[in-house]
Structures are given as structure tokens and as C-alpha cells.
């Protein structure tokens, strides 16, 4: 069950419209990496979690946080595109590059929201639910959670210096920090979880079934040997259950395939052709 509370979490107010900068804003609402999705990815993580205990309370308590930033920042979009001057495009073709890269204001945020934000990214992809990992391993997730706030971070320092608006300064400057605790809180979670189940996920799968011979070896498929100084090449692995290997020339460990010619009915280019003789069309 949840509760709105009216008040934004935190200030989303601008100094001043751009309907240009309220596009590019859409990539941390709507897009891959987004506040939407990393709502929807702790929510249904949390959701799905079997059972009770601190990782669901860790998951939805987190969830319902990014539900408030989504809200910030829908109310920062409808804000900076308060008033939008319809020559906002001309203006922003004035300059090559801007044209180029940015296409002035997204049309849509007039034909279709009416000057609000829309669940899509800064190129107008609708948001998609592919972008959420909820897989039921609690390590496996919490791993793709530290990617998500790691490239959501950047995003939002990337956009934080294209701006010299303080307000939207200073909604970002909350938005940067509560990312920043996002990626330790992950990063903390992942460690306990590996001090319990070790580094690989899943843990319960049965090493023997494994082909083991190649578990830790690294194969060199580029020219030189630079790989070889790092340390997945030699040394104790990562999960402290073996040594790596480097092999600098991998030969394959297959044979050549031959896949059999499929039934005529498939009507698949025929094995004479393949091997160069004509057949007569005609026929």
C-alpha cells in the first residue's frame, strides 16, 4: 500500500524555462538508466522477494524513494516548459551542433503531453519494462542495481554541467548525492551477500557440473599480450576456488559444423547451389 505525499522530496523548481534542457532531462526520467526504471527494478525485486527480512524492507524502502525522484523530476519538466516560445527550435538550429545533437525542444512535449514530461527518453523512446532486472537472486540483482545508480550517476553529472541554471543545479546536486548513497548502500549489500554465498552467482549450482578445466582461465583472442599483466591472469581467482591460467594462442576445443540441409518444404537455398552448380528455375 502506498501513501502520496504532496510535498516533493525534495525542491524541483527552475530559474528560469527551456523546453531544450527539459529534453534532454527525459534520459534520467524515462530512459534505460532512469529513475523510472530503477523504481520499477527495486519494487519488483522487492515484490518478488520470498519472504520477509531486511533486503525486501532494503529493496522497497529504496523503490518508493525513486517514486518521489520520478515525481521531482516530472515536475522539473512540466516547469522548464513553462511558457515554451515556439521559436525555441529556431533558435537552438541557429547553432550547427546544438542542431545537430539536440534537434531543438522535443515537438512532443507539445502535440502529445502538453507541456508535461512523458515516460520516454531524451530522443522520445517510450520507457520500456525490458530495463528491469528482477531475477530472484538477491546478488545477481543487487549487482545490476549498482550498475543502474553507477550509470544514472553519470548521467546526472553529465547533464548537471550542461546547465547553468541553479535550481536545476540544485535538484540534480540531491539527485547526485542520493545516487552516490544508491551505489554504497548496493555495493554493502553485494558484500554481505558474498561473504555468505562467495563471488559467483548462483552459489548453488554444483561446481562439478561445471567444465572446470576452463572455469579460470582467460583466453587471449587480440593481438600482442597486454591482457596477460592483469590480474585475471594469474594469481588466485576472485572467489578464492582456483588459479587463473592465461593462454596467449586458445585453439578451439570443437570440431568444424556440419548442420544438415533442412526438408524441401523450408525451401532453404539448396546444398547444390552451395557447392556453385545451377540449378534450372524453370523446372
Known sequence: MFFHIKETQYYARPERPDPVYAKK????????????TVAMQYLFQGW???????????????????????????????RLLDNAP????EKAAQDPLIAAVLG?????????????AQP?????????????????NLLADFRSNLNKESQGRLQAVRLYEMTDDRGVKDMLSFLIARDTMHQNQWAAAIYELEQREGLVVPSTFPR???????????????????????RWASGPSMDGCGEFTYVAQPQPFGERPYIIPAPPYIHDTLPAVMKGQRIDPCL
Do not use: C
Open 25 to 36: 532531462l527525459q534520459e534520467i526520467l524515462g530512459g534505460a538508466h532512469g529513475e523510472m
Open 48 to 78: 518478488n522477494t520470498r519472504g520477509d527480512g531486511k533486503y525486501r524492507d532494503l529493496l522497497l524502502d529504496t523503490g518508493t524513494e525513486e517514486l518521489a525522484h520520478v515525481e521531482m523530476l516530472v515536475t522539473m519538466i512540466a
Open 86 to 89: 515556439v521559436d525555441e527550435q
Open 104 to 116: 531543438g525542444m522535443n515537438p512532443q512535449h507539445a502535440i502529445v503531453s502538453g507541456l508535461g
Open 120 to 136: 520516454a527518453d531524451a530522443v522520445g523512446y517510450p520507457w520500456n519494462g525490458r530495463y528491469v532486472d528482477a531475477s530472484g
Open 208 to 230: 562439478k557440473l561445471e567444465k572446470q578445466e576452463v572455469s579460470y582461465t582467460f583466453f587471449n583472442f587480440s593481438r600482442g599480450e597486454k591482457s596477460s599483466t592483469g
